[in-house]
């Protein structure tokens, strides 16, 4: 009978051969003995089972069960016994004969010599199989069978089951329910005892001098083992410890009630913080860790351990890889956090989603880092321009503001009633997210609204206030909501950035507690969808004439005149915001204007639509020199037409048409129809720039 084998040196603990009983190759040698090689005539039963590929190899297997697992088990069905043919350090046993102390890749190599000159070996042929390693040295992996304790595991997973079919349990997200379950659906009995130096000793003890799968004690203390095997066997019993040690994955099984001085279900942690809410950890370890908890939770205190289990992702390099040590690409968190800051990678983690695996590079760092200085610089304006702590009148003024009263709300000017609504309109979002456990979306909508409503636009708003107010109420007023807002803001950002943000709170002026212990944000409060709608159009006449400036490369200190052109009513907010327009677009206060009818003389204005129902006119003189700017376009022309010629000539070339590469060819092609547009735009802007000089003339 012909095997393949890519372990020879297994053939001692070879205890029979299997092949399919529908092979009708070998049917006729089922029932019958085979003799092991080496072996000195040492017979195996020649037997038939339909785990056995008869496409594989020969279709002949040798069955060594003291020599892996599926062979193992495949023995335990049969009744078939067990033969060890290893030491734990590698050598090969008596079992082995003539090759008892042998190592066993050198044994390995002997043996196959033997074998090939005795006839028996049929042929070697390469061949590639996964070889199990040892995580530390790198040494090859080998299957032993040996005496272990084991946890009897179904009992236990019927519940852990129950507990996610009947809602008790929830696991965020809920792809991941189905990984739990053919988990334990599908579970086997648990090996307990390890081998090692560390960990929490077995609590077995066995009586010197008799067996020890007989007689042996459980205890929770050596004391309590002694007397008991004092009880049972005499006085002047001895004993000693099993020296293995449990599964750290068991040790940790009962970590969230033996922290808690279990068994002593009277202990006030005990009873404050068991059953704790939820559990947030790596969805690598659902089942080496969560699941193994959920299961001696219910054995040992009747209850779950926790309501949610919230999956993070694995974190792994720019690239995607997992990080290792031979890849070179860990990063460390402490240098990580000396580099950016413990607030900044906290942040950078948040708005990963739930259950996937995130890839962190050192741009994402430094861009929430940048969010962390903005932050920080954020709350040094607000303080700054909060009246001093020993000014009473004007703080309780700050505090007279009420708003949560709606009533109270559409009194505010438009920018602090637009802010305070967006600020009420996010509170319920992100309150709303973390219940749900939305953790990156509620992460992205406070980062843009700080930045990008509250930094950008009302901080900015703000200062036509504090530094261009003819009355201290304005300025009251826009101190108050400055403070209102800021103060939400670090309430919903302290979860993920707890240090900077409690930095703040604490210098802010008054503060009774710290932040950690300040109430959470209440929320439906009044918002005024009309007041947001009124400054998103004061937004987008901003940015219209922003983007006009940066067109014509006006000079930021530069204030241009305007004509704004709306309707009556869209007039009647904008205009009221005069102040705030001219900061936020550089404009010339005394020179700007609301009418509901457009300007005369439209050839020397630049228009722009904002929004439907409103429009600006800039006069082109106040942004350009006119002349000048018509030498500098056509000088630019005719640089930008000879560039585009010359592309041209190489096209019109039959000989780099034919024999340049392809690639080149089509490159040239792109560029010259990108000169051309350039071209097409530069003489469309310099005939309406030389228009302008003609009609003034």
């Not at 016994?81 to 042998?102: F, Q, S």
């Not at 390890?194 to 067996?211: A, E, S």
């Not at 585009?644 to 080149?664: C, G, H, I, Q, W």
Request: aromatic share 10%.
């Amino acid at each position: 009978m012909t095997v393949a084998t890519t372990r020879p040196e297994t053939l001692f603990g070879d205890v029979a051969i299997a092949v399919n009983p529908q092979d009708e190759r070998y049917s006729k040698y089922i029932g019958r003995q085979a003799i092991v090689p080496m072996t000195y005539g040492r017979h195996v039963p020649i037997i038939a089972d339909r785990y056995v590929d008869k496409e594989f190899g020969t279709g002949v297997l040798k069955i060594s069960p003291g020599h892996d697992h599926n062979d193992y088990l495949l023995a335990r069905k049969l009744g078939l016994p067990i033969l060890n043919v290893m030491n734990k350090d590698g050598t090969l046993n008596e079992v082995a004969g003539l090759y008892c102390g042998m190592d066993r890749f050198e044994a390995r190599k002997k043996l196959w010599l033997e074998l090939e000159e005795t006839g028996l070996a049929v042929k070697k042929e390469p061949h590639t199989s996964r070889i199990p390693r040892s995580q530390r040295g790198g040494e090859v992996i080998e299957p032993l069978v040996s005496k272990q304790w084991f946890v009897t595991m179904e009992p236990l997973a019927e519940k852990a089951l129950h507990a996610v079919q009947k809602g008790q349990l929830t696991i965020i997200p809920d792809r991941f329910e189905k990984i739990y379950n053919h988990w334990l659906s599908n579970i086997k009995d648990w090996c307990i005892s390890r081998q090692l130096w560390w960990g929490h000793r077995i609590p077995v003890w066995y009586i010197v001098g008799k067996d020890c799968e007989e007689d042996y004690i459980v205890a929770r203390s050596s004391e309590e083992a002694l007397g008991k095997a004092r009880d049972k066997y005499g006085y002047d019993v001895e004993i000693y410890q099993d020296p293995d040690v449990l599964d750290t994955w068991f040790s940790s099984a009962l970590w969230p009630f033996s922290t808690l001085g279990w068994p002593d279900v009277s202990a006030d942690d005990y009873k404050r913080f068991y059953p704790t809410t939820v559990l947030e950890t790596g969805h690598d370890i659902l089942f080496f860790w969560v699941a193994r908890m959920v299961m001696m939770g219910i054995e040992f205190t009747g209850t779950i351990p926790f309501s949610y289990v919230y999956m993070h992702g694995l974190i792994k390099d720019s690239q995607g890889r997992k990080m290792s040590k031979t890849l070179g690409n860990v990063i460390d968190p402490v240098d990580t956090i000396k580099e950016f800051g413990s607030d900044a990678l906290r942040f950078t983690l948040s708005l990963g989603t739930a259950g996937q695996d995130l890839n962190l590079s050192m741009e994402r760092l430094s861009s929430n880092k940048a969010f962390t200085n903005k932050l920080w610089n954020a709350g040094k304006f607000v303080l700054q321009n909060l009246p001093s702590p020993s000014d009473v009148s004007a703080w309780e003024t700050i505090v007279a503001h009420k708003f949560a009263s709606e009533e109270f709300l559409l009194q505010l000017p438009l920018p602090e009633c637009w802010v305070v609504s967006k600020l009420h309109q996010l509170i319920d979002v992100v309150t709303s997210g973390y219940d749900k456990f939305f953790f990156n979306d509620v992460a992205r909508e406070t980062y843009d609204f700080f930045w990008g409503d509250f930094a950008d636009w009302y901080i900015e708003s703000s200062k036509a206030r504090l530094y261009q107010s003819e009355g201290n109420s304005d300025a009251s007023v826009a101190q108050a909501v400055l403070l209102y807002v800021f103060e939400n803001i670090l309430k919903i950002l302290h979860p993920f950035m707890p240090f900077v943000t409690e930095a703040l709170w604490q210098a802010l002026p008054h503060r009774k507690e710290a932040l950690i212990v300040t109430p959470w944000p209440e929320t439906t409060l009044p918002r005024n969808v009309n007041s947001i709608k009124k400054f998103e159009n004061l937004q987008a006449l901003t940015r219209a004439i922003r983007n006009a400036r940066a067109e014509y490369s006006v000079a930021p200190a530069k204030r241009i005149s305007a004509s704004i052109v709306a309707s009556l009513d869209v007039l009647q907010y904008i205009s009221a915001e005069k102040q705030v327009l001219a900061l936020l677009c550089r404009l010339d206060l005394q020179n700007v204007d609301f009418t509901d009818s457009c300007p005369g003389d439209e050839k020397h204005l630049v228009h722009l639509v904002a929004d439907e129902g409103l429009e600006a006119y800039l006069p082109l003189a106040d942004m350009i020199d006119i002349s000048a700017e018509v030498q500098r376009l056509a000088k630019r022309l005719s640089k930008m037409q000879l560039e585009y010629d010359a592309l041209v000539a190489r096209l019109s070339s039959p000989k780099f048409v034919e024999k340049a590469p392809e690639e080149v060819v089509r490159g040239v092609r792109e560029k010259a129809a990108e000169a051309e547009e350039k071209i097409s735009l530069t003489k469309s802007r310099l005939a309406f720039l030389q228009s302008t000089v003609l009609v003034s003339k």
